[in-house]
């Protein structure tokens, strides 16, 4: 087993690392019995050059068969990408994640800098500070966020910043550029955060406070988790603002003026119970 390889998102083929298959199903909150049996079944099915996306397919069909809150867990990663393609649902749910934390946003906002408006994805804010949060989604988890990301958005911050040494008002909040992406930065982009003061979070940057740890520490997994929706059903909630799972398990009943099927319906309320029990 130890000579089998597997192709990664990014096109790269390495050795496949039963461990690292079988320590995610556990984080995910697998018991380490159905974590070993899933992990045997994977070996069991898989082949040389099959591709690490349908290795996490079949784990996940088969986790969700047996825990179904654990499903949608493990299928987080993927659950942020089901966000797209566009990135405004993105958008709305960085903004939730802040929200949840206790600041007050808005999303797509107009500032007026000293040179130039800038149309903000998100603005977060609390007493004395405003977040200018720039979120970047890509479609593919290969691909990462570069240089150029954080350089953009040093030089938003430093033109909004400019407004207050020549503004009379007395609420003089300062700014703090934020950015949040769902895949993750190269070593440049996250050496020039670092340098000019950024926050910037990503899947699994910082370490132990990325993006999943987010999610994860305050139970926010968007709707896309749902294996019992359809990719229609997930967008038409998506479009009716319902971006987190806690949303619907604190509302069902918007489902019922949905086009969603009974049928998942009653799935969806079903994994949503055992995700929140």
Known sequence: MEQLLVKK??????????????????????TGHIAELITKAIELESYDGMSTKVIYKKASKLLTKHERGTGIKYRLKQAIMDL???????????????????????VGVMMQGYSVTHEVDVVAQNPDK??????KFHNNQATKSDVK??????????????????????????YVGWIVTNTRFTKDAIKFGKDYGLAMLSWDYPE?????????????????????????????????????????????SIMNKLPIQLRNQRGAINELKALFK
């Open 149 to 174: 990301i954080p350089m953009y958005i040093h030089s938003r911050v430093q033109d909004l910043h400019k407004v207050l040494k020549h503004n009379e008002a007395r609420d003089k909040k300062s």
């Open 130 to 135: 405003y977040y200018v949060v720039e979120c």
């Open 9 to 30: 998102y990014d096109g790269t083929v390495v050795p496949f690392d039963r461990s690292r298959l079988l320590n995610s199903l556990k984080r995910s909150g697998a």
């Open 84 to 106: 797209g393609p566009s990135g405004y649902p993105f958008e709305k749910f960085v903004a939730e994640l802040f929200k949840q934390r206790g600041f007050e946003v808005e």
């Open 208 to 252: 132990d406070g990325g993006l999943r740890n987010w999610i994860e520490l305050d139970g926010l997994h968007p709707i896309t988790s749902l294996s019992s929706l359809n990719k229609k059903e997930k967008r038409t909630l998506l479009d009716a603002g319902i971006v987190r799972c806690k949303q619907l398990f604190e509302n069902p």
